[in-house]
């Protein structure tokens, strides 16, 4: 039940933000092993002159950047899985922006199962009562 929240550098585009999600889910699946049916993503767009990297916004002719969170229930994932996905999320999205520049980010975030979950449960409760 990962929920992926991506803030990408540049103007608001639909079709790339339904791409990115697309990879998103896929990637997620593949390597994390996520149920892509309890998958959630949000995809922002910032503006480029409010997107900074060493204190100077991204100007035109410069490459994208992104920010990619996932959260999963902690100890479900090893950090071999987590590294490729990683790779592989850095990979995608330099794929889908047409290049990114190197202080882009992913996040794999491992929250307790007792303090993580959806519709009004934890994950500790499902893994309890499933």
Known sequence: MPYLHIQVSG???DALGQ????????????LLHKDPALTAVVVDF????????????LGDGQPRSYHWMVSIT???????????????????MDELLGGVAEHSYVHVADLRAAAY??????????????
């Open 117 to 130: 979950g959806y519709g009004g449960l934890t994950q500790e409760h499902r893994y309890q009562h499933g």
């Open 11 to 13: 103007a608001a585009d």
């Open 46 to 57: 910032i503006p480029a002159q409010r997107w900074f990297i060493a204190g100077r916004p």
């Open 19 to 30: 791409r990115i999600a697309a990879s998103a889910v896929e990637l997620t699946h593949r």
């Open 74 to 92: 902690d100890e479900t994932n090893t950090k071999r899985e987590k590294a490729e996905y990683l790779k592989a999320v850095h990979q995608a």
